[in-house]
């Protein structure tokens, strides 16, 4: 399997601007969590979705922040506007469930900078 | 509600010495346990998990932890270091059921020859 694939692996944009991560989650799972890193906040969950669903949101910094999962194998991750703040790697996990010590396979990251 | 705490942000070894990497969790529940590895400009990967049974869970690349409930520990651990083992680590708890994984703030294995 190609494992978790993310694109564009780096982005550089300019306040104001939108941006969009993309997520293919391996097939056959059915959870789909996005992840932002940062030095300051560590690893921290923004949402994640149970067959397509958005089931928790409460960790999406806020309303410029939105996520969509139209199909099993798509997810996009979209911020309008972004501030030099958004800059970190955001990462997508997929599982095949959740809870009882199930593994979240992480994509590559995508590090984003905006100026 | 569960939480990670990994003592020390950096931790320098030289090749072939052991490594030690700690790690306490809070959990209100038994608690399911994770230790992950980042190498640079990648994703993380798991290393090895603690589900139920054995205590001493082995994982890849010769790494292993311990779940100590008395102590409430994970630690992780590798006999003898390599250079490729230079990567951050994160240990994470999950607690049981529908519960998200909640990571610690990881901890940066340095290895000099």
């Known amino acids: 399997d190609a494992g978790v694939i993310q694109s564009p692996r780096h982005e550089v944009t300019e306040m104001g601007q939108e941006v969009t991560l993309r997520c293919k989650p391996i097939?056959?799972?059915?959870?789909l969590f996005w992840y932002r890193q940062t030095m300051m906040r560590g690893l921290e969950l923004l949402i994640y979705?149970?067959?397509?669903?958005?089931?928790?949101d409460s960790g999406m910094p806020e309303d410029r922040f939105s996520a969509k999962m139209p199909n099993a194998s798509f997810s996009t991750l979209k911020i309008q506007p972004s501030e030099p703040r958004d800059s970190a790697v955001y990462f997508c996990?997929?599982?095949?469930?959740?809870?009882?010590?199930?593994?979240?396979?992480f994509g590559p990251g995508t590090r984003l900078l905006v100026l | 509600a569960q939480s990670v705490t990994q003592l020390g942000s950096h931790v320098s070894v030289s090749e072939g010495a052991l490594v030690l990497l700690r790690c306490n969790y809070s959990?209100?529940?038994?608690?399911?346990l994770f230790w992950y590895v980042q190498y640079p400009n990648q994703g993380l990967q798991l290393l090895l998990k603690?589900?139920?049974?054995?205590?001493l869970v082995k994982g890849i690349n010769g790494f292993e932890a311990e779940f100590k409930k008395s102590e409430t520990s994970f630690h992780l651990t590798k006999p003898s270091a390599h250079m490729s083992d230079a990567a951050e680590y994160f240990c994470?708890?999950?607690?049981?059921?529908?519960?998200?994984?909640?990571f610690g703030t990881g901890t940066r294995l340095l290895v000099s020859p």
């Open positions: 996990a997929s599982s095949l469930s959740m809870g009882g010590g199930k593994t979240q396979y």
């Open positions: 097939s056959g799972h059915d959870y």
């Open positions: 979705f149970n067959n397509n669903v958005p089931i928790d």
């Open positions: 959990s209100s529940v038994p608690p399911y």
């Open positions: 603690y589900t139920t049974g054995a205590t």
């Open positions: 994470a708890v999950e607690g049981g059921g529908f519960q998200k994984l909640v």
